[in-house]
């Protein structure tokens, strides 16, 4: 119980960095420096406005001089990274579950980056298979330190796994509707994600990310079907439809429910495994 309150107040603290990433990443500015700042007035926070849920709630969801409210989501983000810290530390509470929070960060990241923008950016996975080389190396060396760290072919066929799959349907989409059917963004998500995974458990990755995907998937298609020029009966509603095909333009960001599938293959895909073997 210790180890994982000690890994949710970390956690916690590591979601505020996060808004930090996800806010100033997209917008081409540097995550260290300057400190972080009201993005309305420009008043630069204090420790008090800093605690992580606490000073959201404390100031009732608004800055605290030139009381603009402030979104919910900054507070979601650092409660559901202490809620991915911890979840690390109960599912290996080793030295592995540090590699394993970082992955939990930068999944995070990318998710939240991802859906504002579409883009998934190579330094955030970059840092990802850098730390999962190094997990895969101390696991080779030190395997009673770093427990569930993939064997080294393991994890290279995890790469393989991760990025063949995404860019054969890429290809077909291309030459079958003339469009592609995954970002290369995607794609190095995956190879990343494999190294920790290994292939097993970034195959599972794949088909828990596409059932989390379904009602989205399902909801694009219905407002699609309703926005077809058959269905425009006025201005309004013809103008509302052109908004939603600028906006979606076929194409939403598959990245955040990869995320959450490398995370359900994480913490169900082995028992998943297990179950289906035993039964067969």
């Known amino acids: 119980m210790f180890l994982l309150m000690f890994a949710l107040v ?11 990433v996800i806010y100033r990443l997209p917008n081409k500015k540097s995550i260290i420096k300057p400190p972080s700042a009201c993005p309305v007035c420009g008043k ?50 080793t030295f592995s579950a540090i590699p394993l929070c970082v992955l939990a960060f930068l999944l995070l990241v990318v998710s939240f980056i991802d859906w504002d923008t579409q883009e998934i950016y190579d330094g955030v996975l970059l840092v990802g298979a850098v730390v999962g080389v190094a997990w895969v190396a101390f696991g080779r060396f030190l395997p009673e330190l770093f427990p569930h ?23 077909v989409a291309l030459l079958v509707w003339k469009k592609d059917g995954f970002g290369y963004g995607d794609v190095k998500l995956m190879a ?32 699609r079907r309703l926005s077809s020029p058959a269905k425009l009966h ?16 076929g194409y939403f960001a ?23 073997y035993f039964n067969w």
């Open 254 to 276: 598959f990245g955040p429910f990869l995320c959450i599938g490398a995370l359900c293959a994480l913490w169900f895909g082995e028992t998943i495994f297990h179950a289906l």
């Open 44 to 93: 630069r926070l204090t420790v008090i406005e800093l605690v992580p849920i606490f000073s959201w709630v404390f100031l009732g969801g608004k800055c605290r001089w030139c009381k603009v409210k402030i979104s919910a989501r900054y507070p979601t983000v650092e409660l559901l990274c202490g809620l991915l810290y911890a979840s690390m530390v109960y599912f290996s509470p």
């Open 10 to 20: 970390i956690g916690l603290l590591f979601g505020s960095f996060a808004n930090v």
């Open 149 to 171: 760290a993939p064997a080294w072919y393991n994890a290279l066929l995890g790469v393989i796994a991760g990025a063949v799959p995404l860019l054969f349907f890429d290809r």
């Open 192 to 223: 990343m994600a494999g190294i920790f995974l290994g292939w097993q458990l970034t195959l599972g990755a794949f088909v828990f990310g596409v059932l989390s995907s379904f009602p989205l998937a399902v909801y694009y298609m219905i407002k």
């Open 234 to 249: 006025d201005a309004k509603h013809a103008s509302e439809c052109a908004s939603f095909d600028d906006d979606f333009n």
